[in-house]
């Protein structure tokens, strides 16, 4: 069984900090991305950040370059988003995704919303 869990979410102020966990487990795929989505209120889901398990690569929304990074841990399986000088447009849930890749593509495909399996989500907001 494929298992997705985040944690790390919580309340934060205007320019404050939080690290983001997804504990993965139960997929065996060759190459997949992994990464984080998310979704406010009234909002369509977004791709924020992923990486690449085949080479590595990792992707950001434009909004989050620079403020973002995105890591992982193979020998824990899981995956982290480092967030820093969080904005109030930055509040939303946060879930874990992964995708299956069948080969090479873009950055607009790679964070697109999309995954073969989700998390439940971390809620995130930034107050001001």
């Known amino acids: 069984e494929v298992q997705l869990v985040e944690s790390g979410g919580g309340l934060v102020q205007v320019g404050g900090s939080l690290r983001l966990s997804c504990a993965a487990s139960?997929?065996?795929?060759?190459?997949?991305?992994i990464g984080w989505f998310r979704q406010s209120p009234g909002k369509v889901r977004e791709g924020v950040s992923v990486?690449?398990?085949?080479?590595?690569?990792?992707y950001y929304a434009d909004s989050v370059k620079g403020r973002f990074t995105i890591s992982s841990d193979n020998a824990k399986n899981t995956v982290y988003l480092q967030m820093n000088d969080l904005k109030p447009e930055d509040t939303a849930m946060y879930y874990c995704?992964?995708?299956?890749?069948?080969?090479?593509?873009?950055?607009?495909?790679?964070?697109?919303?999309?995954?073969?399996?989700w998390g439940k989500g971390t809620l995130i907001t930034v107050s001001s």
């Open positions: 139960g997929f065996t795929f060759g190459d997949y991305i």
């Open positions: 995704g992964v995708r299956r890749l069948s080969g090479n593509f873009g950055s607009k495909y790679y964070l697109s919303p999309r995954a073969d399996y």
């Open positions: 990486i690449r398990k085949g080479d590595g690569s990792t």
